[in-house]
Every structure is written in structure tokens, then in C-alpha cells.
């Protein structure tokens, strides 16, 4: 990832994004790995990086999120953008209050919560933003982030879950 990245910037690129979950889980606080490898090649190379990633916020119990990072060109936290529209069985299994039985057949189902809102990512050119993966087949979200401001309209995602099949070329027409 890191030598695409470079040869990405080396072409010219203002912007990098990685896809959704292409590390796991960026770590704000991580000042010696990986996180901090991102923020160096943005803050050498003054160009904005767009990590997909877990983010896990601490606390009785921990709570995960299918987020994205902007790493700023001068290698800063830019904001952080959560996924408000989970995929049912995929990323949550929904009413599990009331599905308890089926929580055996599920374990392997991510436990994420959603996003609460759109966020605006600054950048030099303006506020971008961000879909995560099937968000961006919803038109109201993508339309809130254009009132909200977004310059340009992003979407990252990782369609290798699905294969050789036909899903990745769905998703793709659907967006």
C-alpha cells in the first residue's frame, strides 16, 4: 500500500485514499506504527491521505466503527468520518435483542455501530466527504454531503469480500 501510495504521489496525486479497511484499526494515539508511517508520507510528500479503517473508542464495552481517517497533508488528524449505514448481518446483526438464537450462527458478524453524521473533511482544495463501501447507493446521504458543503464526493470501499463474483460489478453500477 505504502509503495502505491508513493507512486501515486509521484504521478502527481493531491489526494491518496485507501479503501475501506485497508488498516485495522488506525490508531489516532499510535506514534510508532503504522498510524505514524501515514501521517510521515502525507506530512513529507504535503499531500492528505483517506484511511479506511476500525476505529475503537474505549469504554464499558468498547464500541467499534467502519470509519475514515484524513491524515492532512501537514500529517495531522483531519476528521473522522463513521459509516452511518451498516450492512444487516454483515456489520451488525439487527434486533439482536430479539435474534439471540441466532447469535451462534452470527458470531463472526462485525459488532460496529453506526455513525451518527456526515462529516466534512477539510482539505487545501475544501471540505471533501465520504461514503464507506454500499453508503454510497444512498442518494439522501451523498445530497447532504453536497449541502453540507463537499467539494468532491468520495467513496471507498473493499469489494474483494466478494470475490470472483458478480457483487463487485452490482455494487459499482448501483453507485
Known amino acids: 500500500q505504502m509503495r502505491l501510495t508513493r507512486q501515486a504521489i509521484g504521478a502527481g496525486a493531491e489526494l491518496v485514499l485507501w479503501s475501506e479497511s485497508s488498516m485495522s484499526p488506525y490508531r ?3 506514534r510508532t506504527g503504522m498510524s505514524e508511517l501515514v501521517r510521515r508520507v502525507a506530512r513529507e510528500a504535503r499531500v492528505p491521505i483517506l484511511v479506511g479503517s476500525d476505529q475503537v473508542q474505549p469504554g464499558q464495552p468498547d464500541r467499534w466503527y ?15 468520518y463513521r459509516k ?4 444487516p448481518f454483515g456489520e451488525f446483526v439487527p434486533l439482536k435483542q430479539l435474534l439471540f438464537f441466532v447469535g451462534p450462527l452470527v ?42 458543503g463537499s467539494r468532491l464526493l468520495t467513496t471507498i470501499t473493499n469489494d474483494a469480500w466478494y470475490g470472483y463474483s458478480s457483487a463487485p460489478y452490482q455494487h459499482f453500477l448501483q453507485a
Open 28 to 30: 489516532l494515539d499510535d
Open 66 to 80: 467502519n470509519a475514515a481517517f484524513l491524515v492532512r497533508a501537514d500529517g495531522t488528524d483531519g476528521g473522522i
Open 84 to 87: 452511518m449505514h451498516l450492512v
Open 107 to 148: 458470531e463472526q458478524v462485525g459488532g460496529f455501530e453506526p455513525g451518527e453524521s456526515m462529516v466534512m473533511l477539510p482539505t487545501s482544495h475544501g471540505a471533501i466527504s465520504t461514503a464507506i463501501c454500499y453508503e454510497i447507493v444512498y442518494p439522501a446521504l451523498v445530497r447532504d454531503s453536497v449541502l453540507k
